[in-house]
C-alpha cells in the first residue's frame, strides 16, 4: 500500500496546477466526480435540514453529534464568539473603499493578533466561533448598515450572522438560504485552492487565523469564490441582452453567440465534478419551492436546462454541468440578499469551517501526530 503508484507524472502534467496530483489524505469530506460532495461520507443532499453546529460537529469529529453533545458544542462555539474590542474597533478604521473581501481577510489578521492561542483545535474553534460576528462586523462597516450588535448565546452560526446583519427587511426565507448556502459551502475535498493555500501557509507554522487570511485572498479571485459574484453579473446581463425575447431559443442562441466569440459560459464545468454540482441541485429544489416566478430563478433554470445541450456539443469540454455558482446568486438574491459584492464574503464565512478543520488535521493528527512537513514542491528548471 505505502508503494502504491497513485499518479503518474509525465511533462505534461507540469503547469496545471497540480490538477488531479494526489498529495494527502482528508479526512473531512471528499468529492466524486460522478456523485458530487460527501461530509464525513454522508451526500450533502441527505443533510439539507441540519444545523450548521450540527454539520460542523460532523466534520470535527466524523460522527453526527447526539443531542446532549450538540449542546455542548453549541456552548463550546457561543463561549468563543465574540470579537477582542481592540480587533472589533480596528476593523471599524478599516477604509471602506477596500474590497470586503480584503476586509475579511485583514479582519481575521486582527482577530488573530488578540484571540490565537497558538493550540491548533482551539484556534479552529475560535475562529469558526467568531466568523459571523467578523463577517457580519465587515460587511455593515463596508455597506455602511450601522452598527453590529452583540452576539446572543440563543442563536447559533447562521441565525447569530443573520441578526448581526444590519440588513432592512430581513425575512425567515433569507435566514432559511444563509443556512442552506452555509452548510453547502463548509467544504470541498482538501484541494479546493483556499483549503490547499490556507494547509500550505500553516504548515510554515504561521498560526490558523494568519493561514486563513491567505485562505480568504485565495478565496477572492474570480476562478474560486467570487464566481457566484460573477455567475449573477453574467445572468443579468444575458436577461437585459435578451429582455421581452427570452425564451429557451433565443437563451440558447445567445449562448452559442458567446461561446462563438470564445467567451465563457459562467457557472458551468468544474475541476473535479462531471456531472451537475450536488450542491446546485439542492440550491434548485430550494429555488423552485420557494421562488419559482422570481425571474432570475426562472432564467436560472432556463439555463440549467439549455447550458448543458450546448456545452456538450464540444467534445473538448468534459465538464459541461451546472456548478454550484449557477444558482446559489440568483437563490440570495430572490430571498432577499441582492448584494453580489457580498456573496464572496459569504462563502468565506461558511469555507474556514472545513479550511480550519483541514489544517488541525494536517498540524495534529496526519502522519500519526507528527503533522505534515512544510510544503515544497519540485519545480523543473528550464532555460
Ligand atoms: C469549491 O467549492 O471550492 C469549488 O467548487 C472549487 C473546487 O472544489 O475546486
Not at 172 to 183: C, G, T, V
Amino acid at each position: 500500500m505505502d508503494s502504491e503508484v497513485l499518479f503518474t507524472i509525465t511533462r505534461e502534467n507540469l503547469d496545471t496546477g497540480l490538477r488531479g496530483y494526489p498529495i494527502g489524505i482528508v479526512t473531512t469530506s471528499t468529492v466524486d466526480p460522478e456523485n458530487g460532495l460527501y461530509y464525513r461520507g454522508i451526500p450533502v443532499s441527505d443533510m439539507v435540514n441540519r444545523s450548521p453546529e450540527e454539520l460542523i460537529f460532523l466534520l470535527f469529529e466524523g460522527h453526527l453529534p447526539k443531542e446532549e453533545e450538540l449542546k455542548d458544542f453549541s456552548e463550546e462555539l457561543h463561549k468563543r464568539s465574540t470579537l477582542h474590542p481592540i480587533a472589533r474597533e480596528a476593523i471599524l478604521k478599516l477604509p471602506r473603499e477596500a474590497k470586503p473581501m480584503a476586509l475579511q481577510s485583514i479582519a481575521l489578521m486582527l482577530a488573530g493578533t488578540y484571540e490565537s492561542s497558538g493550540d491548533w483545535k482551539e484556534d479552529a474553534l475560535r475562529l469558526i466561533a467568531k466568523m459571523p460576528a467578523i463577517t457580519a462586523l465587515v460587511i455593515n462597516h463596508h455597506a455602511g448598515w450601522g452598527e453590529t450588535p452583540q452576539t446572543s448565546k440563543e442563536r447559533g452560526f447562521a441565525e447569530t450572522f443573520f441578526d448581526l446583519l444590519q440588513l432592512k427587511g430581513k425575512s425567515k426565507q433569507l435566514l432559511e438560504a444563509l443556512r442552506l448556502f452555509l452548510i453547502l459551502h463548509f467544504d470541498h475535498g482538501g484541494g479546493n485552492l483556499s483549503t490547499f493555500v490556507g494547509k500550505a501557509v500553516a504548515s510554515g507554522l504561521e498560526d490558523l487565523f494568519g493561514s486563513m487570511a491567505a485562505s480568504l485572498n485565495a478565496l477572492a479571485g474570480p476562478r474560486h469564490g467570487r464566481a457566484n459574484e460573477d455567475c449573477l453579473d453574467f445572468n443579468q446581463a444575458l436577461m437585459k441582452e435578451l429582455g421581452d425575447n427570452f425564451n429557451d431559443q433565443t437563451l440558447e442562441k445567445a449562448l452559442r453567440e458567446r461561446l462563438a466569440r470564445g467567451d465563457l459560459v459562467f457557472g458551468f464545468g468544474h475541476a473535479v465534478l462531471r456531472v451537475e454540482d450536488s450542491r446546485a441541485k439542492v440550491l434548485y429544489d430550494f429555488a423552485k419551492e420557494h421562488f419559482p416566478d422570481n425571474p432570475l430563478i426562472k432564467f436560472a433554470l432556463s439555463l440549467r436546462q439549455v447550458g448543458p445541450k450546448i456545452l456538450k456539443e464540444n467534445p473538448k469540454i468534459s465538464s459541461p454541468y451546472p456548478n454550484v455558482d449557477a444558482i446559489s446568486g440568483s437563490v440570495l438574491s430572490a430571498a432577499g440578499f441582492p448584494f453580489p459584492i457580498y456573496f464572496t464574503s459569504l462563502f468565506g464565512l461558511s469555507r474556514v469551517v472545513g479550511i480550519a478543520i483541514q489544517i488541525y488535521h494536517e498540524r495534529v493528527v496526519a502522519r500519526g501526530g507528527k503533522g505534515v512537513p512544510i510544503y515544497r514542491p519540485k519545480y523543473i528548471y528550464q532555460k
